[in-house]
């Protein structure tokens, strides 16, 4: 396998190695940055993403799926801090350029969640939805009709939302990349995605801390793309 089809990142964390590990390796951890998934093998080295053939505690892990392999080692640093190192290989598909391009940009986005997770939100319990726009949603004229929604792309802008439904949504721009967009309020991580790239609509990730009715905010960001793209 060629080096072009590896994707490595290296992720400074202002948390401890154990905190790293616990979200990474468990189910509130993973639904509180990532989406909802439980990471750790059964007893003979299966998960529900593949075969696990590295599982060390507090230092990491990699799974085996299909083709594809994921490993995650934690380093500790001084002070307290950490470093996870990811790595992805395997990438297959027929087109797998843009597969690869797609991928890097949202495992750009996915760290950098876990960094604000665990710099503004570490332990707390999360409710995860995800919306999505209609079909027609897959393009990148689509994706700059929402950028323009959210109104700037300087990273600690104020980003104000009116989601039907909902109180006003009021943050800070927290990432912007020609994909994806990060939007921090005071109880949420809300991630938007463009998926032009694999021909997929615009979708919405939403990270919610706290208790919260999944079922409400599903529908209120649901219909807040539909009526985006009517």
Do not use: C
């Not at 690869?100 to 409710?127: I, V």
């Not at 929604?149 to 912007?176: A, H, M, N, W």
């Amino acid at each position: 396998m060629s080096d072009e089809r590896r994707y490595e990142i290296e992720v400074p964390l202002e948390a401890t190695p154990d905190q790293v590990w616990d979200a990474i390796s468990t189910p509130e951890g993973m639904t509180a940055w990532f989406a909802p998934m439980d990471p750790a093998p059964d007893e003979n080295g299966i998960s529900a993403d593949g075969v696990v053939t590295r599982w060390e505690p507090g230092h990491g892990y990699v799974v085996q799926a299909g083709s594809s392999s994921y490993e995650y080692l934690i380093e500790a640093r001084d002070g307290g801090s950490a470093v996870l190192r990811f790595t992805q290989t395997g990438f297959q598909s027929d087109d797998w350029e843009a597969e690869y391009e797609a991928t890097s940009r949202g495992w750009g986005l996915y760290f950098h969640t876990l960094a604000q997770y665990l710099s503004n939100f570490a332990g707390q319990p999360a409710t995860y939805i995800v919306a999505e726009g209609p079909a027609w949603s897959n393009t990148q004229e689509a994706w700059q009709k929402l950028q323009r929604v959210v109104g700037t792309s300087i990273v600690r802008d104020k980003v104000q939302l009116e989601v039907y439904g909902l109180e006003p949504v009021v943050g800070l721009l927290d990432y912007f990349g020609p994909s994806h967009i990060g939007v921090r309020t005071d109880q949420a991580l809300l991630r938007f995605h463009g998926r032009n790239l694999l021909g997929m609509s615009v979708a919405l990730g939403h990270h919610y801390y706290g208790n919260q009715d999944a079922k409400r905010l599903e529908d209120a960001w649901q219909s807040w793309l539909t009526e985006l793209y009517l």
